[in-house]
């Protein structure tokens, strides 16, 4: 059987440094780390952007609060980021890597790819989670 994996790119208008940054940042993370359909409540994040360090993400919604999870397994500043992805979507042992290209000094190529998802729903589901998630950092650091 095949192993499901998804894979969402896009272009941001922010130096390489910053995006990458956004990602270890807990007020960044809580802007942009949110539920596809909104939310009246702030997301609520906890990590340790070490290698082997672990992170908390709670993202709230009307009827649920839906917790997300993971473990650094790799931070090559400004380039790359790979942790576990635990959430009740996906499997134990998913990994989502993140890596990060200079498009020029003010635009940076975002190519997230996520591996092992429960189901074909469920990727689609992630699918649509992580375009959502990278449109809310694209607006997070225009604002910032």
């Known amino acids: 059987m095949k192993e499901l994996e998804l894979t969402v790119s ?8 910053t995006v990458f940054n956004a990602w270890l940042s807990p007020a960044m993370l809580a802007k942009f780390m949110a539920p596809p359909f909104g939310s009246s409540q702030p997301t609520k994040v906890r990590n340790d952007p070490v290698k082997g360090g672990r992170f908390s993400i709670v993202m709230v ?3 649920k609060e839906i ?3 993971g473990t650094y397994l790799e931070i090559d500043p400004h380039s790359r980021l790979s942790f576990t992805w635990e ?3 996906s499997l134990d042992d998913s990994v989502v890597t993140i890596d990060l290209a200079e498009v020029d000094a003010g635009t940076t190529e975002i190519t997230l790819k996520q591996v092992k998802f429960k189901s074909e729903e469920a990727r689609e589901g992630h699918e649509k989670g992580w375009s959502a998630i990278l449109d809310l950092l694209e607006t997070s650091l225009a604002a910032a």
């Open 61 to 63: 919604t009307p009827e």
């Open 67 to 69: 917790p997300h999870a």
């Open 87 to 89: 959430s009740p979507y």
């Open 10 to 17: 896009r272009k941001i208008a922010a130096p390489r440094e």
